[in-house]
C-alpha cells in the first residue's frame, strides 16, 4: 500500500511539473496564449481607439498605417474569441483602461458569433470562476495548443509569426479561389444584432462609460462576401435605442482585396491585405 501511495506520489509531482511547464511555454511562445497575458496586465492604456473581435480582427489592423495618421490604438481581437469571450475581455479592460472609441469587428464565417456561449479557454483561464475538475488542468484544457506549439518547432512560417502592435502577422500567403454565393444574401437581418445578448452587453458597457461604439461585419473571402448594403444599417438595442453597423463585407467594399496576395488563410488578412483595410477604414470615415 505504502508503495503505491508513493508511486501515486511521484506521478502527481511528475504531473504538477509538466502542466506547470506546458502553462509557461504556452504564455511565453503561443502568440494567442502570449498576447491575452500581455491583455491581462495592461492599466492605464488610453488609446483613441480600440479594436475588439475574432481573430479576423487580430489580422486585420495594421497599427502602422494608424500611427500614420495619428492614431493610436490597441487591438484587443485574439484567435478563436467569439463575443461572448469579447463581453468578459472588455469588462476586465475597461476596468483599469479608457479608448475613446470601441471598433467591434464581427465575423459572418462564425455563423453562432452573436450568441455563441463557450468562452475561449485563454480568456476564462484569466478571468474565469476558479473550478476544480480535471478539465481545468493545463494539459487538458489548453490542449489544443500542443499543435501550435509543435508547428512552432517544425514550421517556418510558424516559428517566424508574431504580433506586431497587437497584430499577427506571418509570412504565410493562401490564395483565394472561393467563388460567390449565388444568389448572394442580400437582407439584412436586424433583429439578430437587436435581440443580441452579447452585443447589448457590450454596447451597454460602451454607454456606461462614455465610450463610442462602431460595429462592423468583417471582410472575408469571397464566398463569405454578400449583396447586402455597406450601410449604414440601422438596428436597436434592448432599450430601443438605434445603433448602426457597417457591414464590410459587402462585395463590393472588398473588390480591393487581390485574390494573390492579400489573404494570410481562409477569410484572414495577411499585411497586405490589413493595410489595404486600415487605409479603407481611414479613408472611408469608419474610424472618426
Known amino acids: 500500500m505504502k508503495r503505491f501511495l508513493f508511486k501515486l506520489f511521484v506521478f502527481g509531482v511528475v504531473m504538477a511539473i509538466a502542466n506547470i511547464a506546458f502553462l509557461k511555454i504556452a504564455q511565453n ?9 500581455k491583455i491581462h496586465h495592461l492599466k492605464d492604456q488610453e488609446v483613441d481607439i480600440l479594436f475588439v473581435g475574432s481573430s479576423l480582427m487580430f489580422d486585420a489592423i495594421n497599427a502602422d498605417v494608424l500611427e500614420e495618421e495619428n492614431i493610436s490604438s490597441y487591438n484587443l481581437a485574439l484567435a478563436g474569441a467569439n463575443l461572448k469571450t469579447n463581453t468578459i475581455q472588455l469588462e476586465n479592460y475597461l476596468r483599469h483602461n479608457r479608448p475613446k472609441k470601441i471598433f467591434l469587428g464581427l465575423s459572418q464565417v462564425v455563423r453562432n458569433d452573436l450568441d455563441f456561449d463557450r468562452v475561449l479557454p485563454v480568456v476564462d483561464y484569466y478571468y474565469g470562476a476558479p473550478t476544480f475538475s480535471y478539465r481545468e488542468i493545463p494539459m487538458v484544457k489548453f490542449r489544443w495548443l500542443s499543435n501550435e506549439l509543435i508547428k512552432r518547432v517544425f514550421s517556418k512560417n510558424h516559428r517566424n509569426s508574431h504580433v506586431h502592435k497587437g497584430q499577427f502577422r506571418t509570412e504565410k500567403t493562401t490564395p483565394d479561389r472561393s467563388k460567390y454565393k449565388n444568389p448572394m444574401d442580400s437582407i439584412f437581418a436586424a433583429d439578430a444584432y437587436s435581440n443580441s445578448v452579447n452585443l447589448n452587453k457590450i454596447d451597454s458597457m460602451c454607454v456606461a462609460n462614455g465610450i ?75 474610424l472618426e
Not at 511562445?29 to 497575458?37: C, L
Open 29 to 37: 511562445y503561443e502568440v494567442n496564449f502570449k498576447k491575452a497575458d
Open 212 to 286: 463610442e461604439l462602431t460595429v462592423v461585419q468583417m471582410p472575408g473571402n469571397k464566398a463569405a462576401q454578400n449583396a447586402i448594403p455597406i450601410g449604414p444599417l440601422p438596428y436597436t438595442n434592448k432599450f430601443g435605442q438605434a445603433r448602426m453597423l457597417y457591414n464590410l463585407n459587402n462585395y463590393k467594399f472588398a473588390e480591393m482585396f487581390d485574390s494573390e496576395t492579400d489573404w494570410l488563410t481562409i477569410s484572414h488578412l495577411n499585411v497586405s491585405g490589413s493595410t489595404k483595410f486600415t487605409k479603407a477604414l481611414i479613408e472611408g470615415g469608419y
